[in-house]
């Protein structure tokens, strides 16, 4: 099945920096890739979404980039704020009839004021 | 994007108990998930809710410990069974609009603690 490994699993930035996440999926019948946001006693939020004929998607201040080759994907999140802070979580899904989404172990942010 | 009510938000129960928890979505669709999220962990995926037929289980998961009804295309419950304090953790739903729509919508969890 499929596996989504993710990095790293906390970052510290200070208020105005970029920061990253990376993360790999191991089947390549994979062709969505969403991210959520998960604040603190709260259920997952979509954020961003790649489909596997993209390679790129911005929103704002939160990009995207997909490599289906390496089966790698990265969210870019520039000018950080200290409500950036939460759990990030990448995940790749798979269409079975449905999407069933696999998750990422998630990347814990603190954006420093 | 579709509303998702999860049912009870938490509860603590007493050991070799069970416990059913509903998940109402306020417009048809075709997919519906249950994950488990232990503190500070990610989302596992439990199964997927089929309508009309038998859930489909994760490795590590099985029906007698977490039977799954999903008797329409908006409801679906998963119960708890014969629970241990290993159980403690925080159970969501999540649905799937279909083919059109990819991203997954979460209700808003379960905090169970089984003591």
């Known amino acids: 099945g499929e596996n989504v490994e993710q990095h790293p699993s906390t970052l510290s930035v200070q208020e105005g920096d970029s920061a990253v996440i990376k993360c790999t999926y191991s089947?390549?019948?994979?062709?969505?890739f969403p991210w959520y946001k998960q604040e603190l006693g709260k259920r997952p939020q979509l954020i961003i979404d790649i489909r596997s004929n993209v390679g790129e998607k911005k929103d704002q201040r939160i990009a995207v980039t997909l490599n289906k080759t390496a089966k790698h994907f990265s969210l870019h999140i520039t000018e950080t704020q200290p409500e950036d802070s939460a759990v990030y979580f990448c995940?790749?899904?798979?269409?079975?009839?449905?999407?069933?989404?696999?998750f990422g172990a998630g990347t814990r942010l603190f954006v420093k004021a | 994007s579709a509303v998702i009510s999860q049912k009870p938000s938490r509860d603590i129960c007493q050991r070799g108990t069970s416990l059913t928890i509903q998940c109402q979505v306020d417009?048809?669709?075709?997919?519906m998930f249950w994950y488990r999220q232990q503190p500070g962990q990610s989302l596992t995926l439990i199964a997927t809710?089929?309508?009309?037929?038998?859930?489909?289980?994760e490795s590590g998961f099985v029906i007698d410990k977490f039977p799954i009804s999903r008797p329409n295309l908006t409801f679906s419950t998963l119960t708890v069974s014969n629970m241990s304090p290993e159980d403690s953790s925080i159970y969501l739903c999540?649905?799937?609009?279909?083919?059109?729509?990819?991203?997954?919508?979460f209700g808003q969890g379960t905090r169970l603690t089984v003591v």
């Open positions: 809710a089929n309508q009309g037929s038998e859930a489909t289980y």
């Open positions: 417009s048809q669709v075709t997919m």
């Open positions: 995940a790749a899904s798979i269409n079975t009839g449905g999407f069933k989404t696999i």
């Open positions: 089947d390549s019948a994979s062709n969505y």
């Open positions: 999540s649905a799937n609009p279909g083919t059109g729509a990819k991203d997954a919508f």
